[in-house]
């Protein structure tokens, strides 16, 4: 193995642990209200334009159908809205609704508690911290350009 594929090695695994290790500190979703593709799809909408089926789909790289199933469980609970095109488009668009955002507000104070265990484990000094989190959003930003995916507010 050369020394790129050593750092891929590297860094695949400390991605794969980094996973595993900010999902275990949010929690077994205790005293979380939504289920998580609820709260992964509201995050996403939360800070975008309102979204057809279609859009989401893409974003997340899944099914039209995918979506269609969680996207339908979130409007039985109030979580979001469909509403009509502003362009004028024929397709309905979804956004969160109030009921949604406050849950989505409140399991992401949960995940926050989690996310500060994390990195006061660490030791890090803020500016250790700011510097993950612009490598984290470059790197980010990165895939969604290499994949073709929207991020809101860019």
Known sequence: M?????RLDDLERELT????????????????????????LLTRMETSDPLTLKELAHTFQVDVSTISRQVNAMLRNGLVERIPDPDGG??????????????????RAIS????ARLIEATG???????????LLTQLNQGIEHLEDLSRPGS
């Open 2 to 6: 050369d020394e790129r594929e050593g």
């Open 17 to 40: 642990l980094l996973s595993r290790h900010f999902l275990g500190a949010r929690g077994a979703r205790s005293g979380h209200v939504l289920e998580r593709s609820a709260y992964v």
């Open 90 to 107: 024929i397709a309905r668009r979804l956004r969160p609704t109030a009921l949604g955002i406050e849950r989505l507000r409140a399991d």
């Open 112 to 115: 926050l508690e989690g996310t």
């Open 124 to 134: 890090w000094e803020p500016a250790t911290t700011h510097r993950f989190l612009t």
